[in-house]
């Protein structure tokens, strides 16, 4: 059993920038591929970037690449989203995922779920 706690969310003009974190406990963090996703009100829950154990090798969606950067700190059992020139289309619950197994865009597909940091860019 992994459990994940997501922080760093909060309020920024757009332009700004935000650093959300995600620790994991209960379990080892070998192995584990690392997601973020965001929901937005009345939308779906959509991936947002990942990151696999080691190498660290990472994925983001187009509409963030460039702006957001996905790290790891194994030996804290870390996970980061660095997000810059937020818009206020960024604005949604963000969530870090975790899998074992090869990265995916897809939902259902990860196993373990933190409970989610608001992020509100306004204009």
């Known amino acids: 059993q992994v459990q994940l706690v997501d922080a760093g969310g909060g309020l920024v003009q757009a332009g700004g920038s935000l650093m959300l974190s995600c620790a994991a406990s209960?379990?080892?963090?070998?192995?584990?591929?690392m997601a973020w996703f965001r929901q937005a009100p009345g939308k779906e829950r959509e991936f947002v970037a990942s990151i696999t154990w080691s190498p660290s090798s990472t994925f983001h969606a187009d509409s963030v690449k460039g702006r957001f950067t996905i790290s790891r700190d194994n030996a804290k059992s870390t996970v980061y989203l660095q997000m810059n020139s937020l818009k206020p289309e960024d604005t949604a619950v963000y969530y870090c995922?975790?899998?074992?197994?090869?990265?995916?865009?897809?939902?259902?597909?990860?196993?373990?779920w933190g409970q989610g940091t608001q992020v509100t860019v306004s204009s």
């Open positions: 209960g379990h080892t963090f070998s192995g584990y591929t």
């Open positions: 995922a975790a899998r074992l197994g090869v990265p995916t865009i897809l939902v259902h597909r990860y196993t373990y």
